[in-house]
């Protein structure tokens, strides 16, 4: 008997040991990857400061591009994530206040943030939606930019972003993409504007901008990797899930959140931003959304 519960003790020692040696390379590889930095493109940005540009952006940050799901509605920054265990995930302070951002950084700066993902210092920033956001033309970035600027003083301190052993075991095992640059091209030429019509083109360019995040590249949608198990999973936007719907439906689920049946849409799908959108970008999306080739759900 005491044999065979010394040989126990040492089979349950020796786990706990490459327990915790696994967590200790989990830990040293994850702060290695959170501390990298990244060559930056190089090119110039400047951004425009005419009223047009600023009404232009505040419409990008508040229903088109929808920053301030994130960021909130006054820019000032807040908590996404509060998690421990998973992730304490902080939206900057977009604002010129106490810990703001926005004046360490140039026009240049904001572009690669916006666009590419890369922090000033050249770290690769977290959760960032730049796979989308890299599709932003020069003049929507600049108006974005030009919009930041004129925004009022918001003082909010920051809380330190910590990532929590569950992000950086669903990262190490490629289940989480923490990191704000994957997917972007990091191209250094310019990206042409579509001009603003009620066109399958620029319904095209509104649905990378702000729907393909959530809903996925072929806008098939299903559960968006590494989120909370009680985040529902986006809907199917292709034909097979919205084919019954009229344009008066769409418009509705996107002004109130109600689908065709009544029934209420689910609170993060962000209505406060949607409801903003125009007459003209409603139609627009509607006739790109129906040119979709039609997807089973969860095809993202």
């Known amino acids: 008997m005491q044999r065979v519960l010394k040989y126990l003790l040492i ?10 040696l696994a ?5 040293a590889w994850s702060n290695g990857e959170l501390a990298a930095t990244v060559p930056q493109p190089t090119h110039a940005f400047s951004a425009p400061t005419d009223a047009a540009a600023v009404a232009r952006g505040e419409h990008l940050v508040r229903a088109l591009a929808k920053c301030v799901d994130c960021h909130t509605q006054d820019l000032g920054g807040g908590t996404m994530i509060d998690d421990p265990a998973f992730a304490v995930l902080y939206a900057p302070n977009l604002t010129t206040g106490r810990g703001g951002m926005l ?3 140039s026009d240049a700066g904001l572009e690669r943030a916006i666009r590419h993902g890369i922090a000033r210092d050249g770290r690769r ?6 796979a989308e956001y890299q599709f932003l033309s020069d003049d929507d970035v600049g108006a974005i930019i030009a ?3 004129t925004v009022a003083p918001v003082d909010r301190d920051p809380v330190p972003t910590k990532i929590g052993p569950i992000a950086r075991a669903l990262h190490a095992k490629g289940d989480l993409p923490l990191f704000a640059d994957v997917g972007v091209r990091h191209a250094e030429e310019s990206v042409p504007s579509v001009p603003i019509d009620s066109t399958v083109e620029y319904g095209k360019y509104l649905g990378e901008i702000g729907c393909s995040g959530c809903h996925g590249a072929t806008y098939g949608g299903g ?9 529902p999973p986006p809907s199917n936007l292709t034909p097979t899930g919205i084919g019954h719907y009229s344009f008066a439906d769409f418009q509705r689920a996107l002004r109130e959140g109600v689908r065709p049946d009544g029934s209420n849409l689910h609170p993060l799908m962000p209505i406060p931003a949607t409801k903003l959108m125009t007459e003209l970008e409603f139609t627009a999306l509607w ?3 129906r040119t979709l080739e039609p997807r089973e759900f969860g095809t993202r």
């Open 223 to 231: 559960k968006i990797p590494g989120t909370p198990p009680d985040w």
């Open 11 to 20: 089979g349950v020692g020796g786990l706990v040991t490459v327990v915790l």
């Open 287 to 289: 006739k790109y959304l």
């Open 125 to 130: 920033l977290l959760v960032m939606p730049s």
């Open 103 to 105: 004046s360490g950084y």
């Open 147 to 149: 919009y930041l600027r």
């Open 23 to 27: 967590v200790v390379g989990l830990y």
